[in-house]
């Protein structure tokens, strides 16, 4: 049956030939237009449009791909070039819209969120980094285009300090996320890109005294401990539990009734407050002194440590100032640790027991996986004697309930 625009749309299922090489192609309501050739001894088809193309342009068509076979140029290969270009082209084109500063933010939010950052300041205090130091040098470039150069424009100016490595670090984790997501495939700030242009944390650090917390002698910690416990204030009676216990700050002050437990003479804290972040609690045990503190102090809320504020506990803040107003030594709460540290490498006590006092992991991945025991008994007797040395029990004969 002769094809024109009348049959086109009557003819039958089937191949129906217009001309050399061209067809239409009928499959139940599918209709469409194909141009066939041989290339390299291989049959091929191309589409040509549907129904609704108008004759004369599928012969129009056919006879530019007829031009391409006899240069031996296969269309569908052309055709699958031009579409990668076609792609490549708006695949730049998005790039080159995706700039720094429009990309950071919600990358920064992501990469908390995977990472679970802890600290309600996190957040802030990166974004904060980013605004001060990167947005000036290249927040108005695209993601794809900022270079090793770049980034070493916005690091020189801080890298001396601590601050650096951070930001170098922010800026590492952003661009990793970018590689992951097709907006660039390399990292313009790994350090293997930056080591030819900036020092080495190494080599900043050389000549330099180590900075550690504030740590003071066993002897001056007593003094310490001494006046704590004369005090009639949560505040110093939670520094002085703290003593005791050798926690954290962040650990200790925050401490609620339903976290101790008389009958086991054990403080438990909770994963939240854990800075290792494991996911189950860690068992504290008390001494004599640190049960004689509890049982004097009020359960008025279910803070163990009240503020004067009702519903507060004890702040860190709150501690940090009355501890320095305790002795004329620089002196943190973190450094009390070290102190404790101290103290137990002069009396040849158990490294391990010591350090588990401190919640410190101790040995590597293969270690920790068979020294599973938490110790609790052999801390309850390390604890006891550092408790007797740094605030014996008569101290807290006269201790008075706070009202």
């Known amino acids: 049956m002769t094809i024109n625009a009348k049959t086109v749309k009557t003819l039958p299922n089937g191949t129906h030939r217009l001309e050399r090489g061209v067809y239409l192609r009928v499959q139940n309501e599918k209709r469409f237009w194909i141009y066939r050739y041989s290339i390299d001894k291989k049959r091929r088809d191309i589409g040509l449009g549907d129904v609704d193309t108008p004759i004369a342009t599928v012969r129009a068509k056919a006879a530019t791909l007829k031009q391409l076979v006899v240069r031996g140029i296969d269309p569908l290969e052309r055709k699958a070039q031009h579409q990668a270009e076609q792609d490549e082209r708006v695949k730049l084109a998005k790039k080159q819209s995706i700039l720094f500063k429009n990309f950071y933010l919600s990358t920064l939010e992501a990469i908390g969120e995977q990472r679970k950052w802890q600290s309600p300041k996190e957040l802030p205090r990166a974004v904060s980094q980013i605004v001060r130091y990167v947005l000036p040098v290249f927040g108005d470039c695209p993601v794809y285009a900022v270079t090793p150069k770049d980034v070493i424009n916005a690091l020189t100016p801080v890298w001396e300090q601590p601050l650096g490595q951070m930001i170098q670090i922010r800026l590492k984790q952003i661009f990793a996320r970018a590689i992951v997501e097709g907006i660039r495939e390399d990292n313009p700030a790994d350090w293997s890109n930056l080591e030819a242009f900036l020092p080495s944390r190494k080599s900043i650090k050389k000549g330099k005294e180590e900075r550690h917390y504030s740590a003071v002698s066993a002897e001056e910690l007593r003094n310490v401990a001494k006046k704590l416990s004369q005090g009639k204030t949560a505040v110093k009676w939670c520094l002085l539990f703290g003593l005791l216990t050798v926690c954290r700050g962040s650990e200790f002050c925050k401490a609620e009734w339903e976290e101790v437990s008389f009958e086991d003479r054990t403080l438990s804290i909770p994963p939240s407050r854990r800075k290792d972040k494991k996911p189950y609690p860690f068992q504290v045990p008390l001494s004599n002194q640190a049960m004689r503190i509890l049982e004097r102090l009020p359960k008025k809320s279910k803070f163990v440590f009240q503020a004067k504020r009702q519903g507060l506990s004890v702040s860190v803040s709150g501690m940090i100032k009355c501890i320095r107003e305790q ?56 604890l006891q004697e550092w408790a007797d040395y740094i605030c014996p029990m008569e101290w807290l004969d006269s201790l008075q309930e706070i009202a």
Request: charged residues 25%; aromatic residues 10%; glycine residues 6%.
């Open 327 to 382: 002795s004329s030594f620089p002196i943190t709460i973190h450094g009390t640790r070290s102190t404790f540290s101290d103290w137990c490498a002069n009396n040849n006590k158990n490294f391990l027991v010591s350090e588990k006092c401190l919640m410190h992991n101790v040995g590597g991945a293969v270690f920790m996986a068979y020294q599973r025991d938490d110790l609790l008994e052999k801390r309850r007797e390390l």
